[in-house]
């Protein structure tokens, strides 16, 4: 299952990583409306989403049911760094303490504790 597992957490690092991809093309200015959509960085991104969206499917031939959704909740966590990475932008307070609170509830869960 381990295996699945981590198949499934790459899958959502993938998806996060889409996700930066995506907001760094919305910040650009487009000549019209269909380029906004048929340009290389959203088609890519995209892709890459198709490409996470299969690592999901193979997770869950192991994964139970009940632990998938665990799993991708650490999406937020991804989307967080990487935005700070890559964007710039401010973990607040706010958003740090709910990090923390998925954090432990991604432990809890995964454990038993």
């Given at each position: ?10 899958g ?5 990583c ?9 910040e ?5 409306k269909i380029?906004e959509?048929l340009n ?12 996470a969206?299969?690592c ?11 632990i998938g959704p ?6 937020y966590?991804w ?15 706010k ?5 923390l ?7 809890i ?5």
């Open positions: 299952m381990l295996k699945y597992a981590l198949i499934m957490l790459t959502t690092f993938i998806a996060s889409s996700q930066i991809v995506l907001k760094k093309a919305a650009k200015e487009y000549a019209s380029a959509y290389p960085m959203v088609m890519g991104a995209y892709i890459v989403f198709f490409g969206s299969l999901s499917v193979i997770g869950y031939k192991m994964v139970p049911l009940s665990i799993l991708e909740a650490t999406g966590i989307v967080a760094i990487l935005g700070k990475i890559f964007l710039g932008e401010h973990i607040s307070k958003k740090g303490l709910g990090l609170v998925i954090i432990v509830g991604i432990v869960a995964s454990f038993g504790i």
